[in-house]
């Protein structure tokens, strides 16, 4: 718990100073007077008094921010310091303020996506493992071993490339096109077991193309991820099953089983590798099983309940409570990028890009009633996945950092009275009509804004609470 929430907060207080400062630097180079910079809302933990004569204040709720400037609609401002004043400067100046601190968190993100990609990370190339029965990937015909070239034209070199390309497709009813190439699955099996003596992809055939049928792709599954909802697993090599971690309270841990324990079979059926491990137990929820294992050079048959759990259909999986010893991935399936100084920036900018577009056109699908608003997730969500990716590592909390930094950039421009956009919307017909938008109709867009943000953040908590 204290993890998760030093991690969430810490993401959080980063992305809104990244924010706020957007706003306040272009304020100040514009010669506009900022009275108070403030990261987070409510009671003050930390304020001061600068040398500028800004407030600087850090409050106990780091959910946002804002910079409050000098501005005769609030102030009481002397005629000598009414040049400064934010109302009264040129249209295309505010224009610049209120852009500043969206475009900020923009560039902000593309700059951690480049950290990400000149630090270098060993990724898999996607290779199909089990395909799930009544699955739409077995319904087009997708069979395990095969490497997914491309989805829907779009070259998928690692499953973070096969997730974004599905996620594009998000509330699609028709075809999801599927480029694949089959493997030998026997040489990758025994690259994996010899310690990778080869990193040559034991290719089997020629790239086929699937039509994948899909109907309203996505639109209402939140629990699941596309690669799953799309009935495919990643494929892993056929390792023994020896145990690293056993969970406490786990059905593992009540029969007594160890870690370093090897399982041989369950009830007198033998255990090839941890392919057959999981499909057995998971096939068999709350079933009381023998489980034969070898423990320091014994042979040891200990009677145990398997646990169960929802799967994301619905279903019951069985559940046994243990973590098995690291996998041996042939390299033929590893690669890493590491990209130099200017690549890497070029590299975290198309990312920046894709996720801008991606993040409108999903928005754009809920809007229109093709993506149902469970999708919608708050800080709880938030939470979680902070916690989860600062546990895998830095590079991985890095990326969820420049996600969320998009995400804030994005949602900060829509044209919503009480968001930056909806500002910018004021002013962009200023500058079109010549004439400010009379205040009493800024006061009624900025209730309705209001009504809309608070009812978005009230169904995304809603769906937090629901899921957890």
Known sequence: MLTTILTTLFALAVLVSIHEAGHFFVARWSGVKVLRFSVGFGRPIFQRIGQDGTEYVLAWLPLGGYVRMLDTRNDDVPKHEMAAAFDQQKVWVRIAIVAAGPIVNLVFAALLYAVVQMAGTTQLIPVIGPVLVDSPAQTAGLTPVQQIISIDGQATRSWEAVNLALAKRIGATGHIEVALQPLDSAVLQQQAVQANTSDQLPLLGPVVSYSVP????????????????????????????????????????????????????????????????????????????????????????????????????????????????????????????????????????????????????????????????????????????????????????????????????????LPVPMLDGGHLLYYFIELVTGRKVPDRIQAVGLRIGMALVFSVTIIAIANDLMRH
């Open 214 to 413: 899909v109907n309203r792709w996505l639109a209402d599954a939140v629990q699941t991820s596309p690669i799953s909802q799309l009935g495919i697993q990643p494929w892993r090599p056929n390792v023994p099953i020896v145990i690293d971690r056993v969970i406490e309270g786990g059905a593992a841990q009540r029969a007594g089983l160890l870690v370093g324990d090897k399982i041989i079979a369950f009830n007198q059926r033998s255990m090839a590798g941890f392919n057959e491990f999981v499909a057995y137990v998971q096939s068999h929820p709350d079933a009381s099983v023998l489980v034969a294992l070898e423990r320091r050079g014994e042979l040891l048959i200990l009677p145990l309940t398997l646990h169960s759990d929802v799967d994301q259909t619905g279903g019951l999986i069985g559940k046994i409570g243990v973590g098995v010893a690291s996998i041996s991935w042939p390299y033929s399936i590893q690669y890493q990028q590491q990209l130099g100084l200017l690549e890497g920036l070029i590299d975290g900018s198309q990312k920046t890009l894709e996720m801008v577009s991606l993040t409108l056109s999903f928005l754009g699908r809920m809007v229109q009633g093709v993506v149902s608003t469970e999708h919608l997730s708050g800080p709880i969500s938030i939470a979680k996945v902070a916690a989860a990716s600062a546990a895998t590592g830095l590079i991985t909390y890095i990326s969820f950092m420049a996600y969320l930094s998009v995400s804030l950039g994005v949602l900060n421009l």
